[in-house]
């Protein structure tokens, strides 16, 4: 079973930036495809971006995209989630999901089967 651990989340002014890390143990990280979810009170959980097994590719939801980069890096078990120019919109708690299969993005969340804890963002204006 893949174990996550998101870290990284705090309170930030808006138009900042977080760098959110996602720790992965238990399995071979570099078969699963990666992706970052958020949750604001009261909402559903929505996608906000993914990457590929190797990281040839990444897909974004579109309020984020230009704003938020997803890497990851294999040799650490890590995925990251750059985002700048942070919006009040933005505040969430943010989950790092994997998922098996095929190597495709995918924005649903009950495509993924390993999930960390969530970090707390907050973009305060």
């Known amino acids: 079973q893949l174990q996550l651990v998101e870290s990284g989340g705090g309170l930030v002014q808006a138009g900042g930036s977080l760098r959110l890390s996602c720790a992965a143990s238990?399995?071979?990280?570099?078969?699963?495809?990666m992706g970052w979810f958020r949750q604001a009170p009261g909402n559903e959980r929505e996608f906000v971006a993914a990457?590929?097994?190797?990281?040839?590719?990444?897909g974004y939801q579109d309020s984020v995209r230009g704003r938020f980069t997803i890497s990851r890096d294999n040799a650490r078990n890590t995925v990251y989630l750059q985002m700048n120019s942070l919006k009040p919109d933005d505040t969430g708690v943010y989950y790092c999901?994997?998922?098996?299969?095929?190597?495709?993005?995918?924005?649903?969340?009950?495509?993924?089967?390993?999930w960390g804890q969530g970090t707390q963002v907050t973009v305060s204006s």
């Open positions: 990457i590929g097994r190797s990281g040839s590719w990444t």
């Open positions: 999901a994997g998922r098996d299969g095929m190597d495709v993005v995918s924005m649903t969340a009950s495509d993924y089967a390993y």
């Open positions: 238990g399995r071979i990280f570099s078969g699963y495809v």
